[in-house]
């Protein structure tokens, strides 16, 4: 089945402590994009990434990392997570920029 | 600049009526134009997509889309709704030649039985 896998579903951590999402797809697709979530604000792109150690920044990268080493992985990473990215994250993947994307089932960070 | 607006945060319809989620957008050059859906304590899914030819799209669980030019809308709906059918979605937008998808702040569709 044609998946975008997200772990864990949901977190509750403290300010400061280091932690990383993971994403995988099974899809073989070359594009893909962190995003957030917020009430209000609809959906944020923090990161993207085209193809294999390509990567740039979206709309609101401050305070997130990324890699994207293999094409099936694209992690996201918070150094030192602070309250203001409590939020529902949600990974995407997508054949190439432009098409239609797959969305995992989100992650829901509260960062304390 | 590219937008897109959704002017309504809610729409409430009745099961069985037609259904209408409004979408407009403002771009230089030609849009490529979608629509998503999100199930409660899901992600989004994809409906469909106008990036160009007929101007009345057709996508997943019966949903269509009118891409009209002159009043720089993309309409989402559908002719009979279903209590299924409640969720929020969202239009988004890419602009020319513009690598960026601009999304809309989403519309909570209720369907009552």
């Known amino acids: 089945e044609a998946q975008v896998t997200q772990n864990p579903r949901y977190l509750i951590t403290v300010t400061g402590k280091k932690l990383t999402v993971t994403c995988s797809q099974n899809m073989n697709h070359e594009y893909m994009s962190w995003y957030r979530q917020d009430p209000g604000l609809g959906l944020r792109q923090i990161y993207y990434s085209m193809n294999v150690e390509v990567t740039d920044k979206g709309d609101v990268p401050e305070g997130y990392k990324v890699s994207r080493k293999e094409k099936r992985n694209f992690p996201l990473i918070l150094e030192s997570p602070s309250p203001n990215q409590t939020s529902l994250y949600f990974c995407a993947s997508s054949q190439g920029f432009g098409q239609p994307q797959h969305f995992g089932d989100g992650t829901r960070l509260s960062i304390l | 600049a590219q937008s897109v607006a959704q002017p309504e945060d809610q729409v409430n319809v009745a099961e069985g009526n037609p259904l209408t989620v409004k979408c407009t957008y403002s771009?230089?050059?030609?849009?490529?134009l979608f629509w998503y859906v999100q199930y409660p304590n899901r992600g989004l899914q994809f409906l469909l997509k106008y990036i160009t030819g007929d101007n009345l799209v057709k996508g997943s669980y019966g949903f269509e889309a009118e891409f009209n030019k002159s009043q720089t809308s993309f309409h989402l709906k559908k002719p009979s709704a279903l209590v299924s059918d409640s969720a929020l979605y969202f239009c988004?937008?890419?602009?020319?030649?513009?690598?960026?998808?601009?999304w809309g702040l989403g519309t909570s569709l209720a369907v009552n039985p």
């Open positions: 988004a937008l890419i602009a020319g030649n513009n690598r960026k998808l601009i």
């Open positions: 771009v230089s050059g030609n849009p490529y």
